[in-house]
């Protein structure tokens, strides 16, 4: 079968960049022929046999007024045209698109509608929601405070524009605004085939309107199967990701000041790094790769992903279950299906310092508890690069 990625950055970049490099590493090992659609870019590790690529803009210049006047930024009239002409040359049976708005935009899915009705009528396009773009000016589900807000669900975007949602920005919300209001109005996202949902919380919000409601699939996100290596477990907590406020943090090293006789260790980077080699117990280690990483997870009594904000699938908690580590996690977005409550870990009420260090000592204080708890997170299944695209090209057989 014949695929076309779609994603604005065909480099290593971030969460949406690794899931198109490992997709297609693996599409192609199945005998599938892959190729890729996105932004010029030096850096590029993924490419089209006709060098077709969308020019990049630099969006954090301050020159931002030129570029919503010439609404480059909300409608790419450059990237609608080289889409077409690789559809054309192509012809592919599957497209799939990630990470497109601000660069590529959503114009080019009026380019693969084109496609589907004038020369494949077959294809099949699939959006891939690695956030909450399609309901969400700021993307996020959060306002300018990073509090969560559902204001915009009911479709009135103006709401981005007046909280300033976007990076505290006028300029930036209203662009915001403005190009959820210019694609919900041209019904563009009806085109879509199917919209794979990383979490059930993200399905039921996207759900709320009318646009999605028969469109969206849950497939929780992917992790690299591996031989899982058996560490000694060491007697510390441990959270890795931002060190910001919104990931709860703060509520975290709060917590943490209560229990002096536990040591906390914070892998990452970010805003309280400060703060955190403030506390005694608390331990600042850094960023660390993969491999450090994996060892670090494991040997923890105890992780914790404490967000505070709505988040959808957090590798956090995947990863700390598949290294047999028990998580702590917030009673918040896509969270709570992630954990097995009473069995790979507990939930607690966001920003609730009491509820989190209650739900700590239940389980530092029961070893044996906490043992099980361990050894029934490497019990439990999860997605894998093969089981998730099998579920992916069923959905394509089905449809």
Known sequence: MRILLVNKFLYPKGGSETYVIKLGKFLKEQGHEVQYFGLENENNTLFNDWNLYVKNIDLQKKNLKAI??????????????????????YKPNLIITNNIEYHLTPSIIISINKYKQKINKNAKLFYVAHDYQLICPSHGLFDSNMISCEKCLNGNYWNCYKTKCLKQSKLKSLIGTMDSLYWHKRKIYKCIDKIICPSNFLKRKLDTQSEFKDKTIVIHNFVDKKEIKEYTKEDYIIYFGK??????????????????????????????????????????????NETELEEIISKARLSICASEIYENCPFSVIESQMYGTPVIGSNIGGIPELISIGQTGEIFEPKNIKDLKNKILMLWNDKEKLRQYSE?????????????TKKLLEIYEKN
């Open 243 to 288: 060190l910001s406020e919104d990931k709860g943090v703060r509520t975290i090293l709060e917590t943490a000041k209560t229990l002096k006789d536990i040591k906390f260790k914070f892998a990452g980077y970010g805003p309280l790094e400060d703060d955190i080699c403030k506390i005694k117990n608390a331990e600042f280690i850094g960023f660390k």
């Open 376 to 388: 029934n997170c490497l019990k439990k299944e999860c997605e894998t690069l093969e089981t998730y």
């Open 68 to 89: 919503f006047s010439s609404l480059r930024i909300i409608h790419c009239h450059e990237a609608q045209r080289k889409i077409y002409k690789l559809l054309n040359n």
